[in-house]
């Protein structure tokens, strides 16, 4: 009789334990439950900053167009040059000046013009200028053979080569001729276009290296004078070719050379390329995009994000 208290109070101090056990468990389970909640709504917070971010970087590479499109009409009652000295070509930045400041500053901006006819047309170059554009590639007369057979403008090559039988409609179309990969492509994408008008190329924007390749395939009487003459010009400070400036091709050279460079060359463009660079608390937009001013507004011609 005298143990049944003790078995009593055996069966109330298991009742607890359990109970404790119990509780301490169902502690565990409700913290694991609210670590994975604020998990999960720590990742979905990020999500809505990361797409916040996004659409505020896409809006403020897209006003850095509109800011580069506003310089070029700006710039279009004077253009019967353009040149390097002008604004639209010294806007390397805007970091300074254009912010994105709301609610705080937290963003950061670059726009870049370039003069789309400081490039080659690939579509419109002769055979004679491609020679020149390729020489520095491995097996450059073969890429210039394969390139006038993808555009249909040589009428037979290797039968396993790629032919589209017309003109390039983007750059990145050159990745299909044979002959030139991704490697030779990134060497010349900085110097070549398709959507310049014509095949003439801006004297007063062109890359020297590049012009000074060109005024060596021009197979002229005299390169070397032709070569002082322009480029005494173009070192100068503000120097460039124009209405009111040094007339282009300098009135030195024989008759001959003047042609062949008049053939080649111009003072002014109307085709540009604006591009703005956009971050907004590490979430980076770049817009690429080529305009055509010589219409009553500015016209779209290519247009790429990334």
Same mark, same amino acid.
Request: aromatic fraction near 8%; glycine fraction near 8%; charged fraction near 20%.
């Given at each position: 009789m005298q143990d049944q208290p003790i078995v009593t109070l055996m069966k109330k101090e298991g009742k607890k334990a359990f109970f404790l056990v119990f509780a301490l468990w169902l502690?565990?389970?409700?913290?694991?439950?609210?670590?994975?909640? /604020?998990?999960?709504?720590?990742?979905?917070?990020? *999500?809505?900053?990361?797409?916040?971010?996004?659409?505020?970087?896409?809006? !403020?590479?897209?006003?850095?167009? *509109?800011? /580069?499109?506003?310089?070029l009409i700006k710039d279009k009652d004077d253009?019967?040059?353009?040149?390097?000295?002008?604004d639209w070509a010294r806007s390397p930045s805007f970091e300074s000046e254009y912010r994105f400041t709301s609610p705080f500053s937290e963003g950061s901006l670059k726009v870049m013009i370039s003069d789309e006819s400081a490039r080659i047309n690939i579509n419109k170059a002769d055979p004679t200028i491609l020679k020149t554009l390729f020489s520095g590639l491995e097996n450059s007369q073969e890429a210039v053979e394969s390139f006038l057979y993808y555009c249909g403008k040589a009428e037979s090559f290797e039968t396993d080569a790629s032919r589209k039988g017309e003109e390039l409609y983007v750059l990145e179309e050159l990745l299909l001729v044979q002959g030139i990969d991704l490697e030779a492509y990134d060497s010349? *994408?900085?110097?070549?276009? =398709?959507?310049?008008?014509?095949?003439?190329?801006?004297?007063?924007? =062109?890359?020297?290296?590049? !012009?000074?390749?060109?005024?060596?395939?021009? /197979?002229?009487?005299?390169?070397?004078?032709?070569?002082?003459?322009?480029f005494d010009v173009l070192d100068r400070e503000e120097g460039y070719f124009g209405p009111g400036r040094d007339m282009f091709p300098p009135a030195a050279l024989q008759e001959d050379d003047k042609k062949k460079l008049s053939n080649l060359f111009k003072t002014n463009t109307d085709i540009f390329r604006i591009i703005s660079e956009a971050e907004v608390r590490g979430c980076k937009k770049k817009i690429t995009c080529v305009v055509d001013r010589n219409r009553d507004r500015l016209e779209t011609l290519y247009w790429y994000e990334e």
């Open positions: 502690m565990l389970i409700l913290s694991l439950f609210c670590l994975g909640l /604020g998990f999960r709504t720590y990742i979905s917070t990020r *999500k809505t900053k990361l797409i916040l971010n996004n659409t505020r970087s896409f809006y !403020l590479s897209f006003s850095g167009i *509109k800011i /580069g499109r506003g310089l253009s019967l040059s353009d040149h390097l000295g002008e010349l *994408k900085d110097f070549i276009t =398709v959507d310049t008008s014509d095949a003439k190329i801006n004297i007063n924007t =062109v890359d020297r290296r590049l !012009l000074n390749s060109l005024i060596d395939s021009l /197979g002229l009487l005299d390169p070397q004078a032709a070569k002082a003459e322009i």
